[in-house]
C-alpha cells in the first residue's frame, strides 16, 4: 500500500529566504507526482505535475524534483513571501488513486 | 478561467439527519472524483465517476453513504445518517481524462461539513 510522508509538518520562515518542502514515498511504481497547495478552509489549487519520466518542473519561483528510485520529491520555493503562507501537499498516482500526504503548513513571516 | 462548482459551502447538521452536496465539474471533464479530508490529514478518495459510471467506490462507506452522476455532469453525494465522525471537509475534483501520466485533477472549494 502507497503511504506518502511529508516532512516537517510545520515550517516557519522569514520573508525572503529559500526553503525546501520535502515529500517521500514507499512505491516507486508511480505515473506521476503533483503539488498542491491549500489555503484555510479551502480546496486544493494544483502547482507542479511531474510525470515519472521527468526529474523536475518549474513554475516561477517553485521548482519540484523528483527522484522515483529513492521515492523522494522536494518542492523549492525561492525569495519566499507572504502570500506563500498556506500548506502544501505532495499526491502521488500510481495503479491506485491519488495518494496524498498529511502536508506542510508554511507560514512567512513579513 | 473554467472552475469546480460546490455547494454548500458549510453545512452543519445534527447527528443522524441526511446531508446532500453538489458538484459541478469542470465543462468538458469526464472523470469526477469525491474526497474526504479531515482536519490536518490529507484528502482520501470515496468515489470515482467516469461519465456516469462508478469506477471505484471501495472506500465510500455505502452503509450511509451514496454518490451518484446520472447525466454525466454534475453528481451529489449524500449521507444518510450522518454521524460525529463525518464531520470534515468534502472535496469534488475533475479531470478531463483519467490518463495515467498526465491526468491533472482540479479541486472545487470544498463543503465543510459538521455533524454536532
Known amino acids: 500500500k502507497q503511504e506518502v510522508t511529508q516532512i516537517p509538518a510545520a515550517l516557519s520562515v522569514p520573508e525572503g529566504e529559500n526553503l525546501v518542502l520535502n515529500c517521500s514515498f514507499t512505491d516507486s511504481a508511480i505515473y506521476n507526482l503533483q503539488w498542491f497547495r491549500q489555503d484555510p478552509g479551502k480546496g486544493l489549487t494544483s502547482l507542479l505535475l511531474?510525470?515519472?519520466?521527468?526529474r523536475e518542473q518549474t513554475s516561477g519561483r517553485l521548482n519540484a524534483s523528483l527522484d522515483k528510485s529513492s521515492g523522494r520529491s522536494t518542492l523549492y520555493i525561492a525569495a519566499s513571501q507572504p502570500g506563500d503562507s498556506a500548506t502544501y501537499l505532495c499526491?502521488?498516482?500510481?495503479?491506485?488513486?491519488?495518494?496524498f500526504g498529511k502536508g506542510t503548513r508554511l507560514s512567512v513571516i513579513a | 478561467e473554467a472552475e469546480v462548482a460546490q455547494s454548500p459551502r458549510y453545512k452543519i447538521t445534527e447527528k443522524s439527519q441526511a446531508v446532500a452536496f453538489w458538484c459541478d465539474p469542470i465543462s468538458g471533464h469526464a472523470t469526477l472524483y469525491w474526497y474526504r479530508q479531515i482536519l490536518g490529514q490529507g484528502p482520501e478518495l470515496l468515489v470515482q465517476f467516469q461519465d456516469e459510471s462508478v469506477v471505484d467506490d471501495s472506500q465510500l462507506p455505502k452503509d450511509r453513504f451514496s454518490a451518484e452522476r446520472l447525466k454525466g455532469v454534475d453528481s451529489t453525494l449524500k449521507i444518510q445518517p450522518a454521524e460525529l465522525g463525518d464531520s470534515a471537509m468534502y472535496l469534488c475534483?475533475?479531470?478531463?481524462?483519467?490518463?495515467?501520466?498526465?491526468?491533472?485533477?482540479?479541486f472545487g472549494p470544498g463543503t465543510r461539513l459538521t455533524v454536532l
Open positions: 499526491a502521488v498516482k500510481g495503479n491506485t488513486p491519488l495518494v
Open positions: 511531474i510525470q515519472s519520466s521527468q
Open positions: 475534483a475533475s479531470s478531463f481524462t483519467t490518463a495515467t501520466s498526465t491526468d491533472t485533477q482540479y
